[in-house]
């Protein structure tokens, strides 16, 4: 959305972003059943299978609950076993590996039906001083009013993608051309970039902001493994089979942040792909790493 436009309003009153954010965010606030066992559900308009921002973002919630309030995370490595059923609960069962003087550290498994689907291994640490440099933000990235929104895209030629028919709490401005647009051509080798933030405001919750952004995580970083190829005529099977993040400095989610995308590496039917992510006023405050299946179809096996 534009400056120039009006904010949709939902039935209470709300802007439609701010409502569909505040149901992200009751849907990131875990029931606790036991001392280290909480349970999550999904939105009722949902993808065919648990998106894997959403476990990761609610993995982590049930790890910070356990956390004292004094330590903050840096660094989370998770694994995506099975797909998660959208129609069922999902129960988190949090181990306290170890709790020592300036860090401390978490395993989460999601569980659904008696089965692993996600596991999470999580470190916090107490805030400490040392050495800091960082990583320049990307030149000659125009700035997130000037891009236009998914809803935009939507009206205007469709690229929006499967992202048009689902709730977004978060706004989304894609830099460049999707995989998935019709109007990119060719392959590229630069990194894909997007803008994002949180459609609304937020609670002054220091890991509400990183779930936040690590449920956005998952949204645009494997597609930057299929831009370095040829689009290809039939959309290959995709899904996430584990993920990294680190945190470096504190942020808003709810403030603008620059997502840059760009995959290393392909191959064995996955690919690699990395992500930096930026301040608007060009601070590093997160990086992440995942690897995924990517699976062409076979001809060979048409009609099957």
């Known amino acids: 959305m534009t400056e120039t436009q009006q904010p949709e309003i939902a039935a209470d009153g709300r802007p439609r972003g701010q409502a569909v954010l505040d149901d992200l965010v009751r849907l990131l606030d875990l029931e606790q059943l036991e001392w280290n066992l909480f349970r999550g559900v999904s939105p009722e308009e949902s993808l065919p299978r648990v998106y894997g921002g959403q476990v990761a973002g609610q993995a982590l919630v049930a790890a910070g609950r356990t956390v004292p309030e004094d330590r903050h995370v840096h660094s989370l490595h998770a694994y995506f076993i099975r797909p998660g059923d959208p129609h069922i609960p999902i129960v988190y069962e949090t181990e306290r590996v170890r709790d020592g003087r300036s860090f401390t550290t978490r395993r989460v498994l999601g569980i ?61 401005r894609l830099v460049d051309e999707p995989v998935w647009s019709p109007h990119r051509t060719g392959r590229s080798d630069d990194p894909m970039r997007v803008w994002m933030r949180a459609d609304g405001v937020l609670p002054d919750d220091q890991l509400l902001h990183v779930c936040l952004l690590t449920f956005a995580s998952d949204l645009t970083l494997l597609g930057s493994v299929l831009a370095r190829h040829e689009p290809p005529a039939t959309r290959p099977q995709m899904a996430s089979l584990d993920h990294a993040m680190w945190f470096h400095q504190p942020f808003r989610a709810d403030e603008w942040f620059l997502y840059s995308c760009y995959s290393p590496a392909a191959s064995g039917g996955r690919g690699l792909a990395q992500g930096q992510i930026f301040t608007e006023d060009g601070r590093l405050i997160a990086s992440t790493m995942q690897e995924g299946l990517v699976r062409l179809p076979d001809p060979s096996r048409t009609g099957e």
Request: net charge negative.
């Open 112 to 172: 659904q039906r008696g089965e692993a689907i996600f596991s999470l291994s999580a470190s916090f640490q107490t805030h400490q001083r040392g050495l800091e440099h960082t990583e320049p933000m990307p030149r000659d990235v125009p700035a997130p009013e000037t891009v236009p929104d998914l809803g935009e895209r939507a009206a205007r030629d469709g690229s929006a993608g499967w992202m048009a028919g689902v709730p977004r709490p978060l706004d989304i």
